[in-house]
C-alpha cells in the first residue's frame, strides 16, 4: 500500500485537501485529531500534559483548554518543544497502528511536521499544500479568533513554504481562486497509478 504524507504550514489548507481526497474514497489518518484526542480528559496526552504545565491550562469542567495551551506554546519555543516531546511519541505509535489496518490502494495520512520529525519514515511520498503566508494569516485570524502577532509567530516558528517545497514530492496549490478539486482529482489519478492494485478504493 503506498503512504502519502500530505503536510503543509498552519492554515495552509490540509484539511480541506484532505476532505477531497476523502471524497475519492481513499483513507485519511489525521495526525491533529489524534493529537486532540490524546488531550481528552483520561487520555494518556492528558494525563502528562496536565502534570508538566498544571492545572492552570484546564477549564472548570477539567477539559484542557486548547486555546490557552496553544497560546502559551507558541509563545515560548521551550514549552512548545516540551508539548512535542511528550505527544509525538503517542502520535507516532497511534498512526503506525492505524496504518497497519488499512489495504487500500493508497492512504493519505496528514502530518503538519512531517519533515521535522521522523514521521516521514511511515510515508513513501510527500505532498505539500502551498500557501501564501498572508493567506494564512487570514485564515489563521477568522478561524481561531487570535491577534495578527500571535498569527505571524505561529508561522515564523514553523517552516517556511520554500523549506518544504523544496523536499516535496508533489505540490498542490491552495491559494485564492486554485481549483482544488482539479488539482485533488490528478493527484488521486497518479497515485492509482503508482500503487500496487489492492482492494479499498474505487477506481
Not at 503517542?90 to 514521521?119: D, G, N
Request: aromatic share 6%; charged share 25%; net charge negative.
Amino acid at each position: 500500500m503506498l503512504t502519502i504524507g500530505l503536510t503543509g504550514g498552519i492554515a495552509s489548507g490540509k484539511t480541506t485537501i484532505s476532505n477531497l481526497f476523502s471524497s475519492h474514497g481513499v483513507p485519511v489518518i489525521d495526525t491533529d485529531i489524534l493529537s486532540r484526542h490524546l488531550l481528552d480528559i483520561d487520555q494518556p496526552g492528558y494525563r502528562e500534559v496536565v502534570q508538566h504545565f498544571g492545572n492552570k491550562i484546564l477549564q472548570s469542567d477539567r477539559q484542557i483548554n486548547r486555546r490557552q495551551l496553544r497560546v502559551l506554546v507558541f509563545s515560548d519555543k521551550n514549552q512548545k518543544k516540551m508539548l512535542e516531546t511528550l505527544l509525538h511519541p503517542m502520535i507516532f505509535e497511534e498512526t503506525q497502528h492505524r496504518i497497519a489496518q488499512h489495504s487500500a490502494s493508497y492512504i493519505i495520512v496528514v502530518i503538519p511536521l512531517l519533515f521535522k520529525t521522523r514521521f516521514q519514515s511511515l510515508v513513501d511520498r510527500t505532498l505539500v499544500v502551498n500557501c501564501s503566508e498572508s493567506t494564512q494569516i487570514e485564515r489563521l485570524i477568522s478561524r481561531d479568533d487570535i491577534e495578527i502577532g500571535l498569527a505571524r509567530e505561529m508561522i515564523a516558528q514553523q517552516w517556511s513554504n520554500e523549506e518544504r517545497l523544496s523536499l516535496a514530492d508533489d505540490i498542490i496549490d491552495n491559494d485564492r481562486n486554485h481549483d482544488l478539486e482539479t488539482g485533488v482529482a490528478s493527484q488521486h489519478k497518479k497515485y492509482l497509478s503508482l500503487s500496487y492494485p489492492t482492494t479499498g478504493i474505487e477506481r
